[in-house]
């Protein structure tokens, strides 16, 4: 960035480039002074302009929000990609599109304002993300580019009367009824722990689809308001 000694000393070099020029012009017989007043016009004006703008040429190129994202659509055009994909969103092309077939007709993504709302296979992939990683809403929203708000909106589809109906089935069929897990909702994931080798008794009940054998170990979670218990 220059500083402003050197500033000055460029626009006097400018102006004595433009004396030099202008004299030419003069002893050119088709040129009268007010060409060159007009041409000096001109020139300051320009020079006012650089001055004064950051950029000379508008930014015309508009990204679309998604973050890393946008590297979905990407995997979607090489079939090679689609395990990418997979592994990104836990769905394979073919299942998220049928989920978007599903959905996006339903009325929760039509608010009929001037702002529309974010697409909806932005609003899905995000949701996928999310529910595929230990992720906070922070985090979540570098990555993906949407704020923190629109994240939850995202991912906040059950009205509080739906989510007691929910809750009020599991305490029917659980018998847990209160405690601080109610308001949460419990998740479970699992792991294979590999053996060395097969059992000896009932070898085959630990075969698992991976093609060894192994006991499989799950991890439940209830995530409250303001907490994390995992056991």
């Known amino acids: 960035m220059s500083t402003p ?114 697409p909806v296979r932005l609003q899905l992939a995000t949701v996928l993300y999310r529910m595929g990683r230990s992720i906070s809403l922070n985090d979540l929203s570098i990555t993906t580019g949407f704020s923190i708000g629109s994240i939850e909106n995202f991912t906040r589809r059950l009205t509080p009367e739906e989510k007691e109906v929910e809750k009020q089935w599991i305490d029917q069929r659980t018998g847990w009824t209160g405690g601080l897990w109610r308001e949460g909702w419990l998740m479970y994931d699992g792991t294979i722990v590999v053996l060395h080798e097969k059992p000896v008794w009932n070898g085959s009940g630990y075969f698992t689809r991976k093609s060894n054998y192994g006991l499989n170990a799950q991890v439940s979670s209830t995530v409250g308001r303001n907490q994390l218990i995992a056991y």
Do not use: C
């Open 5 to 118: 000694i050197q500033r000055d000393k460029t626009i006097k070099m400018y102006f004595l480039y433009m004396a030099i020029r202008n004299f030419g012009l003069l002893e050119d017989s088709t040129t009268d002074i007010d060409e060159i007043l007009e041409q000096l016009r001109f020139d300051l004006a320009v020079l006012r302009m650089v001055q004064q703008t950051r950029y000379l040429n508008g930014r015309h190129h508009k990204h679309s929000k998604g973050g890393i994202l946008d590297l979905a659509w990407e995997f979607v055009e090489n079939p090679k990609d689609h395990p990418r994909f997979t592994q990104m969103l836990r769905v394979s092309p073919f299942m998220f599109n049928t989920i978007i077939s599903l959905i996006e007709d339903h009325s929760v993504f039509q608010n009929h304002s001037n702002n529309p709302q974010t």
